[in-house]
């Protein structure tokens, strides 16, 4: 039954991605928002919290470029702006309930390939989050707030983040091709 349960999510979030996906009109986009709120009822706002969290910066970035060199042609690129961003919230707001719901490895595991690099990328994304923290809870044992810059601070605690990058990309590198990946 469990494993029935499994292929049918895989099947599922294949299908509602790509459908969203392929949604191209805003009123669509609107109406898909609707629903995904209407099923995730209870966790709306940490949900949309962590969605822009993780979208804000970059479609800031593409919005702001986008628009200034639409106006630049004397174009209007409101309606387009709307229609991009949108979309990457509707899809990251589905991923993100989704993935809450179901396991992430389990999603994966029809691939041990799949199921390695989703492993690899998470122990990441986990290790460079604990790192963080224990920045964050260094700056604050100091005596100092998160609102006053300590520009050495900062500055070492990017060298760090930059040096263990760099690091754990040759590490992670080494141990994929060990286990086959990257054939020459």
């Given amino acids: 039954m469990q494993k029935n349960k499994i292929v049918l999510a895989r099947a599922f979030f294949v299908v509602a991605f790509f459908a969203l996906l392929s949604l191209h009109q805003l009123s669509y986009l609107f109406a898909a928002l609707i629903a995904l709120w209407v099923v995730s009822l209870q966790k ?27 106006l630049w042609r004397h174009e209007t690129p409101w309606e387009y702006l709307l229609y991009i961003n949108l979309k990457v919230y509707v899809l990251t707001y589905f991923v993100f309930w989704f993935f809450g719901r179901y ?14 690099l989703t492993t690899i990328a998470l122990s990441q994304i986990f290790s460079y989050k604990k790192s963080f923290e224990d920045f964050r809870l260094a700056y604050l044992s100091r005596g100092l707030r998160l609102k006053d810059k300590n520009p050495a601070f900062i500055a070492r605690s990017f060298e760090y983040f930059l040096e263990k990058s760099l690091y754990d990309a040759n590490e992670r590198t080494l141990a994929m091709k060990a286990r086959g990946f990257f054939r020459d």
């Avoid at 940490?46 to 970035?61: A, H, K, M, W």
């Fill in 44 to 70: 709306i706002a940490p949900l949309t919290i962590r969605v822009l969290r993780s979208i804000v910066i970059f479609n800031l970035g593409v919005s702001l470029g986008y628009a200034a060199m639409a």
């Fill in 103 to 116: 396991s992430i490895i389990r999603i994966v595991g029809f691939s041990k390939d799949l199921s390695y």
